[in-house]
């Protein structure tokens, strides 16, 4: 692969330092999130690097996707890890023998050749497809990459709207925190708190090892992570009606752990379905394919977003517990997410910027970033990974949100407070939302990523 020389970028430039963090994260197919807490491919995480990538080399973002889908089940899903197969099992938790993706989801079509978590995570890849193509146009179609990714993208939607409506009102399910991608969210707290845990001594945590207990999730957290895994993974990964039927054939009681004790429609994970929607169909339209469905689609996944999620009290989304009934009365960035669909109601986006300037998040007046949790939330924690520290994938797509809506000005503000924070904490993971104090790992890839693309 090449990386693109700018004469125009001095060594140490802001574009130059981000594209190094890439450089060194790159494994030869894909980018690894951080070199020591995470040493395998997450699928989020590459739809994000592949956007700042596309800046420093179309070719190596094209792959990082193409890397990413290769690793597809038969039924859609693209799973939220894939392994790398020379890196020591013991270097994550949970490792391939625990998720047994060539075995345990056999049924549900998983690779043979490689190894792959279960779960899903935010569908941004068509989304990230897109913006791919657009950085090169000649180099993607003398690919093909396109024509390649189209059909099993439309596969990944396939597999969300028709396994995932666990709800019947329209939009997709997330069955583990994981899955949402802010593992350890206050919205969560109360529908987990249904869950048994996993004995603490029954598995190693290997994220211990790299990163500060206090900045990370706890081990009551944890015990409740692996036993929803487990009961998925013990199920054959089956989702739906089959998943009472693959229980009760290994002779479970299909409504103890068969039915599945977490099942919640988020927003962001949503919107970031619908915003890839309206991604594909411009894939089609490439492709000389119809695109129009696709846009109708994505404006009737809009209207029930709002009809489910939108609370006008809060002036924010909020999640449904689909097992407890009803929204979780937890304000998380989550909630503010949807503000990167075009389709947005006018009075929606007004409320939205209102909530996101207010005190609930501060932005502008306690608080340059977005912080992930309500900060006057009882569980608010400056540091505590999800539960207060701000993140750079939220912020930008929070920065995207307010200049598609036309808030040039507070999207200005956000864009140099995030080039500001990632660039002086050395792209930390997350950050304390009111001093930009790095949490969690440096040379974090989608910070490093990201930054790129707001630099363009
Ligand atoms: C579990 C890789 C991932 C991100 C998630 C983030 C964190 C994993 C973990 O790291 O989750 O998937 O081990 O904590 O919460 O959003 O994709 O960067």
């Known amino acids: 692969h090449t990386v693109v020389y700018d004469p125009a970028a001095p060594p140490g430039s802001p574009h130059v330092r981000a594209a190094e963090v890439l450089e060194r994260n790159w494994t030869g197919t894909s980018t690894v999130p951080s070199r020591g807490l995470y040493p395998h491919q997450w699928s989020w995480d590459s739809a994000f690097i592949a956007i700042g990538l596309r800046h420093v080399s179309p070719r190596r973002a094209q792959q990082e996707l193409e890397t990413l889908l290769d690793a597809q089940w038969g039924d859609g899903r693209v799973p939220h890890i894939v392994f790398n197969p020379s890196v020591p099992h013991d270097a994550y938790f949970p490792s391939p023998d625990f998720w047994r993706s060539s075995t345990a989801g056999r049924a549900a079509g998983a690779p043979r050749t490689v190894q792959t978590s279960g779960i899903v995570q935010p569908p941004v890849h068509a989304l990230a497809a897109w913006l791919v193509h657009r950085a090169d146009p000649g180099l993607s179609r ?57 004995p603490a001594r029954s598995f190693r945590r290997a994220d211990l090892d790299h990163g500060a207990a206090d900045d990370r999730p706890t081990d009551l957290d ?65 492709l000389g394919a119809q695109a129009t469905a696709r846009h ?111 808030r040039l000005q507070d999207a200005d503000a956000l864009r140099e407070a995030v080039l500001g924070t990632a660039l002086a904490s050395d792209f930390a993971e997350y950050v304390d939302p009111f001093t930009g104090e790095a949490c969690g790992a440096t040379g974090f890839s989608w910070t490093a990523a990201l930054t790129l693309d707001l630099l363009h």
């Open 296 to 406: 109708a689609r994505a404006e009737r996944l809009t209207s029930a977003l709002v009809d489910r999620l939108w609370d006008p009290d809060e002036g924010m989304f909020l999640c449904r517990d689909l097992r407890g009934g009803g929204l979780i009365r937890e304000r998380g960035v989550s909630g503010l997410v949807p503000l990167i669909l075009p389709g947005l109601p006018r009075d929606v986006v007004a409320a939205v910027v209102r909530t996101l300037r207010g005190p609930h998040f501060g932005v502008g007046t306690a608080t340059r970033l977005v912080p992930s949790y309500d900060l006057l939330g009882e569980a608010f924690d400056p540091h505590r990974y999800w539960r207060g520290p701000a993140w750079f994938n939220t912020g930008w797509l929070i920065e995207r949100g307010l200049r598609l809506h036309g």
């Open 142 to 198: 003398a690919r093909g990459f396109l024509a390649k990714v189209y059909p099993r993208l439309a596969a990944w939607h396939r597999y969300l709207l028709h396994r995932r409506d666990l709800g019947g009102g329209g939009l997709v399910s997330v069955v583990h925190p994981w899955e949402q991608g802010m593992d350890n969210a206050p919205a969560w707290d109360a529908p987990l708190a249904r869950i048994t845990p996993a």
């Open 222 to 286: 944890y015990g409740r992570y692996v036993r929803l895994a487990a009961d998925y993974r013990d199920g054959g990964y089956a989702d739906g009606a089959d998943r009472g039927a693959a229980h009760r054939a290994r002779g479970e009681d299909a409504h103890g752990r068969g039915a599945g004790g977490f099942a919640v429609e988020d927003p962001a994970f949503n919107a970031l379905l619908i915003a890839s929607e309206h991604a594909l169909a411009r894939i089609a339209h490439e």
